[in-house]
Nanobody
C-alpha cells in the first residue's frame, strides 16, 4: 500500500513561484509512473506533468512547459513540482498520483491560488 501526502500549496502573486512536495510511503519500489494533476473550479482534473520511473522520461502539459519542473529526491522518497512564473489560470487543487501495476493512487490535494 502506497500513501501520498502533498504539501506546499498556498497563495502567491502572479509571476511568483511555489514548490509542491509529495511524500510517499509504503511499497514505493513498485511505482511505475508518478505525476502531478490539477483541478480548477468547474473543470475536469488534468495532467500537469508526469515521469516514467523506468527511464526517467518526463511529460508536461503544454500550458506549463518551461515553467514547471517535476523531480524527485530518492533519499527522501519525495516528489516535487517546482512552479515558476505562475499565472492566475494555474489556480487549482494539485494532486500527486502514482501508478502501480495499472492502479492509481491519489494524494489528498493541495490548493494553489495565484492572484493577479
Amino acid at each position: 500500500q502506497v500513501q501520498l501526502v502533498e504539501s506546499g500549496g498556498g497563495l502567491v502573486q502572479a509571476g511568483g513561484s511555489l514548490r509542491l512536495s509529495c511524500a510517499t510511503s509504503g511499497s514505493i519500489f513498485s511505482i511505475n509512473t508518478m505525476g502531478w494533476y490539477r483541478q480548477a473550479p468547474g473543470k475536469e482534473r488534468e495532467l500537469v506533468a508526469d515521469i516514467i520511473i523506468r527511464g526517467g522520461r518526463t511529460n508536461y502539459a503544454d500550458s506549463v512547459k518551461g515553467r514547471f519542473t517535476i523531480s524527485r529526491d530518492n533519499a527522501k522518497n519525495t516528489w516535487y513540482l517546482q512552479m515558476i512564473s505562475l499565472k492566475p489560470e494555474d489556480t487549482a487543487v494539485y494532486y500527486c498520483n502514482v501508478v502501480i501495476g495499472g492502479r492509481q493512487v491519489w494524494g489528498q490535494g493541495t490548493l494553489v491560488t495565484v492572484s493577479s
